[in-house]
């Protein structure tokens, strides 16, 4: 993937961008608003991920400019700011997705991944499959090696959208926005309860884990 | 606007008042001066009535004996209108002459009427008595000069104040609309100004009245401490904004350096384990501060104009289900009781009203005993929304309930317990956002706490 950083702090950048690289996508970075936006409108990418301040002009500026221009790539706004309104005040403007410096750098690659792919329809799927994990969205029955398995409502939501993403990471906090749509930081680990609750019964009994825990990050199912 | 131009509203707007105080002095000064006048007049009139009377008698005395009096008498009679002039006299020997009778009650002579003449005054007289030749002449004047006086004065009086009173009721009524229209633009202001929207101003129409009245002046100032106020908001904003910024992306770059670190050492080693431990006080770090940010945002008049009705049971439901499996997990229970098919509704921020919730059931798993037992509750009275989280646990004992709401208090016992003491703490500013009322309680054993919401 092509993605564009505006991001003045060069830690940051050197940080984000080493991580990025790695995952094999290229990286256009600008430490400047003015600059950054004309950058943003020229060129050709698939995420744009810009920072709330910045030197010249503000990353809100910049998004509010970027959509004007009726340019519709995904754009993460990070922030060091995080309080109630600069969170809906960043939406508002145009942004797609959010996140609160300092962040973890699985976050902010997850959030990536499920930007660059969201336009994909997947409604008519009926049904869901991983390895040998099959999931039925109509009849709502789970079987894996044809052994049938009895989920709970919200566990089967759970792995809905575990599979519905299948080989891309899910944080925590996109998991509590997407299958509870809670939009918080919860003190304790509750995503991790689940998580466990619905192994016991999807991976346990079985050989091979299907549930991978992604250090720092989150989870994924593995096709 | 206008559906507060109702009539009570009219009455109470001070033009009005004073245009209706201002007639009922005028009114009681207009008394005063025709009721002196009123006073002075009748008595002269009453001087000049009774001076009449006694020349009158005048005529009579010339006669010396009671045949040659009653003859004149008789005369006099016959020529006067007993409703005006009465005249009769009593001879010695009882027998009456004269246009009215006379009788005698309690040493008095009071008038009566004669049948062969015309009817008596219907105001009354004033009467005059005399001894003469033997007998007793009774002469009398009709009161109706008085009487008319009165009316007239009654008739000047009515006729100098209800117009004027009409005019000026109408006057105030009038101004009192104005006035009223413009006070309720100021009204508005100021309401918008207490739910937070600082950019709200008084309309020009009513500070640049042509005439610079009052009104006019304290709709400008009101302006100018909005204008000062909304300045000073987004100075502190931007302050703190600073601060955040200042403060996040060092501790950005040393969760990186930290993991950066982690990455380098051997897995098992205690170099690792060490830089590990350091990401997650950093982590601690950073929550710490970003609750407090956010507890001073919501303090300081999160703007409620983001508010929408939000389903409390709902949430309640999906919020209980999320913390189910760790309460369980920690060897409690937690559940939720809540009227079925109620409407749970309250207006409100979804996401701040989520946090307040996960806060308290977070606070009741790690505080509320070895294996908590927790119970949400919503109860709806009335138009209230009650909202209550309750555990088995040691509680808080009554002298520190006030001292936990505080911002990093934290209770001697939990000190080596996970958490913040941020947690009631950003409660209470999201139940102060939403006007609900949160108290904390004893569950005999345990703490209860209850946020009481007004209902949508």
């Not at chain 1, 050709?44 to 221009?69: F, H, K, Q, T, W």
């Not at chain 1, 466990?196 to 199912?221: C, M, Q, W």
């Not at chain 2, 309401?191 to 709200?200: H, I, V, Y």
């Not at chain 2, 590990?276 to 300081?300: D, K, N, P, T, Y």
Request: proline share 4%.
């Amino acid at each position: 993937m092509k993605l564009l950083l505006i991001e003045d702090d060069a830690t940051t950048v050197d940080y984000v961008t080493r991580g990025l690289r790695e995952e094999g996508h290229g990286v256009d970075h600008l430490a400047n608003g003015r600059e950054g936006l004309s950058q943003a409108l020229t060129g050709e990418y698939d995420v744009m991920i810009v920072d709330r301040m910045l030197p010249e002009l503000d990353g809100l500026s910049i998004v509010r400019a970027v959509r004007a221009a009726k340019v519709a790539t995904p754009i993460i706004f990070l922030t060091a700011i995080g309080g109630v309104d600069d969170r809906i005040e960043g939406l508002n403007s145009g942004a797609d997705d959010y996140l609160v410096k300092p962040f973890a750098f699985g976050e902010l690659s997850a959030r990536i991944a499920a930007l660059a792919r969201r336009p994909q329809a997947q409604s008519e799927q009926v049904v869901l499959e991983a390895a040998d994990l099959k999931m039925d969205l109509i009849t709502r029955k789970v079987t894996r090696a044809g052994q049938e398995i009895d989920l709970l409502p919200r566990e089967f939501a759970l792995l809905e959208f575990l599979l519905r993403r299948k080989g891309r990471v899910q944080t925590r906090t996109m998991l509590l926005e997407g299958v509870w749509d809670l939009n918080f930081d919860p003190q304790t680990n509750v995503v991790e309860t689940h998580i466990s609750r619905l192994r016991n019964k999807v991976d346990k009994p079985f050989e091979r884990e299907l549930i991978h825990t992604v250090r720092g990050a989150g989870y994924r199912i593995d096709g | 606007m206008l559906g507060r131009l109702n009539r009570a509203a009219i009455f109470a707007s001070t033009p009005l008042r004073q245009a209706l105080g201002l007639m009922g002095i005028v009114f009681a000064i207009l008394l005063v001066t025709l009721g002196f006048a009123y006073v002075a007049l009748r008595s002269s009139t009453e001087d000049a009535i009774r001076t009449d009377l006694k020349q009158q008698t005048a005529v009579f005395r010339v006669a010396a004996n009671p045949e040659t009096l009653s003859v004149i008498v008789s005369a006099e009679a016959r020529a006067s209108d007993p409703s005006e002039r009465a005249i009769a006299f009593v001879l010695p020997d009882g027998r009456q002459v004269g246009n009215v009778r006379v009788l005698r009650e309690n040493g008095q002579w009071v008038v009566a009427r004669h049948l062969d003449y015309a009817p008596l005054s219907s105001q009354g007289y004033f009467t005059l008595t005399m001894p003469l030749a033997g007998g007793f002449l009774v002469i009398g004047e009709s009161r109706a000069p008085i009487a008319e006086l009165t009316s007239t004065f009654l008739a000047i009086l009515i006729f100098s104040f209800v117009p004027s009173l009409l005019v000026s009721a109408a006057y105030g009524a009038w101004a009192g609309m104005r006035a009223r229209k413009r006070v309720s633009a100021l009204e508005d202001t100021l309401d918008e100004l207490t739910e937070g929207r600082l950019e709200a101003r008084v309309p020009d129409d009513t500070v640049k009245s042509a005439r610079g009245d009052d009104l006019a002046r304290i709709g400008a100032r009101l302006n100018a401490m909005a204008e000062t106020q909304e300045a000073t908001v987004a100075a502190l904003r931007q302050v703190s904004a600073d601060i955040a910024h200042d403060l996040k992306t060092p501790m950005q770059r040393i969760s990186v350096l930290l993991s950066e670190l982690r990455e380098q050492l051997p897995e098992d080693s205690a170099a690792r384990a060490t830089a590990e431990r350091a990401s997650e006080e950093a982590e601690l770090a950073v929550g710490v501060f970003h609750s407090l940010l956010r507890i001073a945002q919501i303090e300081g008049g999160s703007p409620k104009s983001r508010f929408a009705p939000v389903d409390l049971g709902a949430l309640a439901t999906d919020i209980t289900e999320l913390y189910e499996v760790a309460a369980e997990e920690a060897g409690g229970a937690l559940r939720l009781l809540r009227p079925e098919g109620a409407a749970l509704r309250v207006q409100g921020d979804r996401g701040l009203l989520g946090q307040m919730l996960s806060n308290l059931i977070e606070n009741a798993i790690r505080h509320g005993g070895p294996e908590p037992d927790i119970t949400v509750e919503l109860v709806c009275e009335d138009d209230r929304v009650r909202l209550s989280v309750r555990d088995r646990g040691p509680g808080v004992p009554e002298a520190e309930r006030q001292l936990v709401l505080r911002r990093l208090y934290r209770l001697e016992r939990s000190r080596t317990t996970p958490g913040n003491g941020l947690g009631l703490a950003l409660v209470q500013a999201v139940a102060g956002l939403h006007d609900a009322e949160l108290a904390l309680g004893d569950n005999h054993p345990g703490l209860v706490v209850t946020v009481d919401f007004p209902a949508l």
